[in-house]
């Protein structure tokens, strides 16, 4: 197959992870074969561990020569942290620690999640499927500032048996129009219109990001539409009429909440893929929502689609080879309309599949 492209090698940092990680992440190295078999582009895959594997293995959830070679590929496909088994590891070592450090350490700042219904999956949204139907939301959440990084913050004795619990929401100029702009970016490539979610009638911090993005607008994207909209506001638009938003930008704790409703409308969390970006040219993260579901894990269970539409994800927008991550979101879809289930998906009348016989069935797909 020739896409008319120069060839092009990329590498990509494996860390599958823990629980169900190195199930769902096998099921994408089968595309990446499929890829590097099939295009003008190579993928150089590297394996590491992140989370409680490296802890067990390295004494840390992220060793700094992972972490160094995640700076180093172009990008880093994940799986999944975290298990029972760690539960009582000290704060800063739970495989959690792990992911946060690497997003941290990476400046990982702008959190891509799709919200995309496929028309075989219509039923498993919670809403009626003519308010679902075709939806295609991308929210844009800032990730590495806002009210879960702010200080001062901590619990405080207060006399007379009281305590205070405090938290700081602060962004500055720089955080806000560094995300938006990503939002302005993707938004032009999409359906040209953003929607920007805060608190501006509450908050210092919203009134702050309303005006930024504003400024941001008129300066450098005047030719996408704007509006702005109170985050609970738009948290009760996400149910009643999901179809007007196209990309939603917000912060942080806004974004934590409305990612998670808007993920929910299409109602099963092993098809949701995102992405963590950084400043352009650098390494960007991409991982299913999901976590570990060590309740499935080793059992052949796991759904396998939200890794590999990350894996697509990552094509698009760290490869820029929209074309392929194309292809491989319609073998997704046309893996389903035939009917092509794991447990997790599945209902009467079609045919329930294995974590591997689902990443089998996409690439037999692709090869169609
Ligand atoms: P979870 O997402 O792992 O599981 C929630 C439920 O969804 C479970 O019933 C699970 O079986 C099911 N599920 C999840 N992914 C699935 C898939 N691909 N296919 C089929 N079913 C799937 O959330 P949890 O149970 O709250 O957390 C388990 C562990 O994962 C915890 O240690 C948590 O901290 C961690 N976690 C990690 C991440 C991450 O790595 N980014 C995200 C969330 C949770």
Redesign the pocket.
């Known amino acids: 197959m020739n896409f008319g492209y120069k060839n092009m090698d990329y590498t990509l940092q494996i860390l599958s992870?823990d629980?169900?990680g190195t199930e769902?992440v096998n099921e994408a190295q089968k595309v990446i074969g499929w890829i590097n078999s099939n295009t003008d582009i190579t993928i150089k895959t590297h394996e590491d561990l992140i989370?409680g594997q490296a802890y067990d293995e390295y004494g840390t959830p992220l060793a700094d020569e992972t972490l160094e070679n995640c700076r180093k590929s172009d990008a880093i496909l994940?799986g999944?942290?975290?298990?029972?088994k760690w539960d009582n590891v000290e704060y800063n070592k739970r495989?959690?620690a792990g992911?946060l450090r690497l997003r941290k350490e990476l400046d990982l700042f702008a959190n891509l999640r799709p919200a995309l219904v496929f028309d075989a999956l219509i039923d498993a949204s919670t809403l009626k499927p003519e308010i679902v139907r075709g939806l295609d939301i991308l929210i844009v959440r800032e990730l590495t500032s806002g009210v879960y990084f702010g200080e001062p913050r901590g619990i405080k004795d207060i006399g007379n048996g009281q305590r205070r619990g405090i938290n700081t929401q602060s962004y500055t100029t720089e955080e806000i129009k560094r995300v938006a702009r990503v939002a302005f970016d993707l938004a032009r490539k999409r359906s040209n219109k953003v929607h920007s979610c805060e608190k501006a009638n509450v908050m210092e911090s919203g009134k702050l990001w309303r005006e930024e993005v504003s400024t941001l607008r008129a300066e450098e994207f005047s030719d996408v539409t704007l509006e702005h909209m109170y985050a609970d506001n738009c948290a009760m638009q996400l149910l009643k009429n999901p179809s007007q938003f196209d990309v939603i930008v917000t912060d942080n704790l806004f974004g934590d909440i409305l990612s998670d409703e808007a993920a929910m409308l299409t109602g099963s969390?092993?098809m949701l893929p995102s992405a963590s970006l950084g400043h352009k040219g650098s390494s960007a993260l991409y991982?299913?929502?999901?976590?570990?579901?060590?309740?499935?894990a080793g059992q052949g269970?796991?759904?396998?689609l939200?890794t590999i539409l990350s894996l697509a994800m990552c094509l698009r927008y760290s490869f820029d080879r929209g074309d392929i991550a194309e292809k491989i979101e319609n073998s997704v879809q046309k893996v389903l309309n035939d009917g092509i289930r794991?447990?997790?998906i599945m209902t009467k009348g079609c045919l329930e599949v294995s974590t591997s016989e689902m990443g089998d069935a996409i690439v037999k797909s692709l090869g169609q």
């Open positions: 992870g629980g169900i769902i989370g994940m999944a942290v975290g298990g029972p495989p959690e992911l969390l092993g991982e299913p929502v999901h976590g570990s579901a060590p309740d499935i269970k796991a759904n396998p939200a794991t447990e997790d």
